[in-house]
């Protein structure tokens, strides 16, 4: 009895905590500009790791308050001595707020998952550990299986935020 007593405290307590997070807030909008780069590979060819970059917009909206983000990927990359393009959706669950003492919250740090589709007869599946900072400045690194061509792709990247912060109604 007194376990279950404890888990039930320790459970609001835990609700009460994520009320008062900044991150993701209720109704909010993002739009982040980022810049990638990796490599392609199927780990079984003789042939050198293709390298692979270009620009993503993510546009996301708030689903569950401080706790998970949806949205999609518009993707440009440069692969293969082609220009190309991908799109999908992605989720980007938080999995911790960086917490800055007397300053309040710092940033984020959240897993993504994506599923894209690309102009190739890509077919990405897969996701990454970003940080996003000062809800400004985003970086990360990530991991998508092509089920279709066989091959996966690692990337890093680094964006920033070109959406405006909403601001807190002022009492």
Not at 8 to 34: G, W
Not at 48 to 57: E, L, N, S, T
Request: charged residues 15%.
């Amino acid at each position: 009895m007194r376990v279950a007593f404890l888990l039930a405290c320790l459970l609001l307590f835990r609700l009460f905590a994520q009320s008062q997070d900044p991150e993701f807030p209720k109704q909010e909008f993002t739009l982040h500009a980022k810049l990638h780069n990796g490599f392609i590979t199927n780990f079984h060819s003789n042939a050198p790791d293709q390298y692979v970059g270009g620009i993503q917009i993510v546009p996301q909206f708030v689903i569950i308050e401080n706790r998970l983000r949806g949205g999609i990927i518009a993707d440009g990359f440069y692969s293969g001595k082609k220009v190309q393009a991908a799109v999908g959706p992605t989720l980007s669950y938080k999995l911790a707020t960086i917490q800055l003492k007397k300053f309040g919250s710092g940033g984020n740090l959240h897993l993504s998952l994506d599923h894209l589709w690309g102009t190739n007869n890509q077919r990405l599946l897969g996701g990454g550990l970003n940080i996003d900072l000062l809800n400004f400045v985003t970086t990360g690194i990530s991991a998508h299986r092509d089920y279709n061509l066989n091959t996966w792709w690692f990337q890093t990247s680094f964006g920033i935020r070109i959406s405006k912060v909403k601001q807190p109604p002022h009492p």
